[in-house]
């Protein structure tokens, strides 16, 4: 990923009508960086450093904004927590059992298509696997 300026970052959020604020740039910045699908915690105590003025109800309400913009989506692969992703290309993911990592991968969802009851319209397409990753199998 590309170092993203500031000023990117402003324009990014402009794109999509939201205020660029101080802490809602650091945290797109953050989420753009991380691919890791990090949870509300972890956003959180990643940037409280950086920001001490930011409360948890900031992160929260800014990531619900970014999701009304279609900045950000949630991915559910666990329903204990939720965990946000803000890679805009459609991809799939593979959450591996022993370490718990969530990885990306492309996947092109127009297979899904073809796949479709005819007559049903498909608003979101989500695809997960879930296995033992490369790195872990390695260790063995
Ligand atoms: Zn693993
Ligand atoms: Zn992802």
């Known amino acids: 990923m590309k170092e993203m ?7 990014i959020l402009k794109e999509k009508n939201v205020k660029p604020s101080l802490q809602r740039l650091k945290i797109l910045e953050f989420l753009l960086q991380a691919h890791n699908h990090p949870t509300v915690d972890e956003i959180y105590s990643s940037l409280t450093k950086d920001i ?3 409360s948890k109800t900031t992160v929260y309400n800014t990531l619900n904004i970014f999701i009304e913009a ?3 989506k949630v991915v559910n692969i666990e329903n204990t927590e939720s965990r946000y992703d803000a890679i805009p290309e459609e991809h799939g993911h593979f959450k591996c059992r022993e370490c ?3 990885y ?6 127009n297979l899904i298509d073809s796949q479709v009851p005819s007559g049903f319209i498909v608003s979101e397409k989500d695809v997960f696997f879930k296995g033992v990753c490369k790195e872990c199998l390695n260790k063995k």
């Open 52 to 54: 001490p003025t930011l």
């Open 5 to 11: 300026t500031i000023k990117d970052l402003t324009e």
């Open 100 to 102: 718990g990592k969530i």
């Open 104 to 109: 990306d991968f492309h996947f092109d969802m």
């Open 70 to 72: 279609g900045l950000l």
